[in-house]
């Protein structure tokens, strides 16, 4: 017997959010629209003809209940260091499948620790299904796959220029934290957003500057890569500013309700990309992988604007895993491979 459970997003009124109700629909879903405020999803749902079902995280008997009426839950509601350890304890117990948009390092560390329970509930969970970090995470293990016993990977992220609210969110919060490195396996503390160094993406050098991007714990798993560094592009003028404001950084994660303060004038100032740049904007992945012996790989990966990518891939991933087998925790590429990303509109290139 088919079975009659249904697709769920939770977060559905949030930018990315009704990207991803609009890509399903076009591909055909009629998914249940869900989150925590009502009134903010009638108008998504009422648009495409959809149920939505207002549910706060907190509400554990109303979310069970949601839950029980999924197969696969597409979780676009952040920050994830908040909502994702509730969603996934959620779907397990639901027996649901749960897929996650986070781009966030500790939110990824996180849902490895529930591998065991996820296989024992019959149950895929995977975070990171956008842009970061499905694209990064598939060149990851392709230019891997280049090189005899790589020892070192360098990863970098090119086309967020027009962020949502949010991504400032989750960016304020690495800015907390500070940076971070992989050596030897491990997580260490390392350079944040200095010093910078150019690499060659797709169509041109762009500068780029140490972030600690999800990829230190997919891109490890996926590769085995014991050693790994992962950047983001910045224009020229911002990796001076950022140089400059090394101090005042350093201050702040002494004074961390400076954080506290500046971030509602900053999410009130992003707005997500336009529906131009939606269509026309590009993104960009560069990879570089290097052995003991001094062998020397790198490749890179073009495709669409960030968000409107993220919502074409998130969907690429759910329709994999509700057809599928898979159970437990899984990177997007150990689960379908590192030319899952190749598509429509994707160039990859070598060198």
Known sequence: MASTKRLVIYG???????LLVEEAVRRGHRPILAGRSLRKLAPVADRYGL???????????????????????????????????????ACIAGHAHQLDLTGELEVLR????????????????????GF?????????????????????????????SS???????SALGVLRRGGAVRRRGELVPGPLLSPSMVVKFGDRPRDVVPVPLGDLETAWRSTGIPDIETFAAQPRLRVTLARALQPILGWAREHPVWFDRIEPFL?????????????????????????DRGDRVESWLEGP??????????????ERIVSGTLRGALTPAQAFGADFVLGEGVTRGDA
């Not at 604007?305 to 759910?318: I, M, N, P």
């Open 12 to 18: 559905a009124y949030g930018f990315t959010g009704r």
């Open 51 to 89: 149920e939505a079902v207002g549910v706060s995280l907190d509400e554990r008997d109303d979310l069970a209940r949601l839950i029980a009426r999924a197969q696969l839950v597409l979780h676009a509601a952040g920050p994830y260091a908040q909502t994702g350890e509730p969603m996934i304890r």
């Open 110 to 129: 996180a849902t490895f620790t529930h591998d065991r329970r996820a296989r024992e509930a019959g149950v895929a969970l995977m975070s990171g299904v």
């Open 132 to 160: 970061d970090v499905v694209p990064s995470d598939c060149l990851a293990l392709h230019v891997a796959r280049r090189i005899d016993r790589p020892t070192r990977l360098r990863l970098a992220i090119a086309g967020l």
């Open 163 to 169: 962020p949502t609210p949010g991504t400032v969110k």
């Open 267 to 291: 999410e009130a100032q992003a707005h997500g990309p336009s529906e131009e740049a939606l269509a026309q904007g590009r993104s960009q992945v560069w990879a570089e992988a290097v052995n």
């Open 305 to 318: 604007e960030a968000y409107a990518w993220t919502a074409r891939l998130a969907w690429d991933c759910a």
